[in-house]
T-cell receptor
Framework: DAMVIQNPRYQVTQFGKPVTLSCSQT?????MYWYQQKSSQAPKLLFH???????NEADTPDNFQSRRPNTSFCFLDIRSPGLGDAAMYLC???????????FGSGTQLSVL | GQNIDQPTEMTATEGAIVQINCTYQ??????LFWYQQHAGEAPTFLSY????GLEEKGRFSSFLSRSKGYSYLLLKELQMKDSASYLC????????????FGSGTRLLVRP
């Protein structure tokens, strides 16, 4: 089945230690997104790629970076995780901007 | 500014009908989505409205009134598995067509 896959499902890192979250898709969608969701809050868009064009949200901290080496893969790098970065990180794809989102199962990040 | 309001929590009984409301004030509007999210899992798509009126899909229906900035999700014949959060998301009309999510309504279905 075509899908969006995130690894790992749970990630534990130490305060200040860089961490990378992975997302892959078999849907061949043009757009890939990274959302941060804290408990009982709305998903917050961090950035998105339309093909290779990177779009950063104005309020996304510089601590968060992303890479999309090809259509299928997208990575979220957190350079120096703080305690406030503990959250669920959701990867999503869509055929075009603003179209229906297909989400991966998410990575729950804990920062110790 | 962008603002999407939903009730924080609702409780309903198995077999009953529940309506979850969403009001929005956004700088532009180009469609509204409803997503279901079970605890600890990713959101899944339920419905999409861009024109006024009711869209029915099985036990779930979604209504939109653009003039009132208002939508609701109607769940019929509630089942225990419907216990989840329901997220309303509005698509803006700027060039990014970004989705703005509400904080979600946590629905608890009781026997």
């Amino acid at each position: 089945d075509a899908m969006v896959i995130q690894n790992p499902r749970y990630q534990v890192t130490q305060f200040g230690k860089p961490v990378t979250l992975s997302c892959s898709q078999t849907l061949n969608h043009n757009v890939m997104y990274w959302y941060q969701q804290k408990s009982s809050q709305a998903p917050k868009l961090l950035f998105h790629y339309y093909d290779k064009d990177f779009n950063n949200e104005a309020d996304t901290p510089d601590n968060f970076q992303s890479r999309r080496p090809n259509t299928s893969f997208c990575f979220l790098d957190i350079r120096s995780p703080g305690l406030g970065d503990a959250a669920m990180y959701l990867c999503a794809t869509s055929t075009g901007l603003g179209e229906k989102l297909f989400f991966g199962s998410g990575t729950q990040l804990s920062v110790l | 500014g962008q603002n999407i309001d939903q009730p924080t929590e609702m409780t309903a009984t198995e077999g009953a009908i529940v309506q979850i409301n969403c009001t929005y004030q956004t700088s532009g509007f180009n469609g509204l989505f409803w997503y279901q999210q079970h605890a600890g899992e990713a959101p899944t798509f339920l419905s999409y409205n861009v024109l006024d009126g009711l869209e029915e899909k099985g036990r779930f229906s979604s209504f939109l009134s653009r003039s009132k900035g208002y939508s609701y999700l109607l769940l019929k014949e509630l089942q225990m598995k419907d216990s989840a959060s329901y997220l309303c998301a509005v698509r803006g009309s700027d060039s990014s067509y970004k989705l703005i999510f509400g904080s979600g309504t946590r629905l608890l279905v009781r026997p």
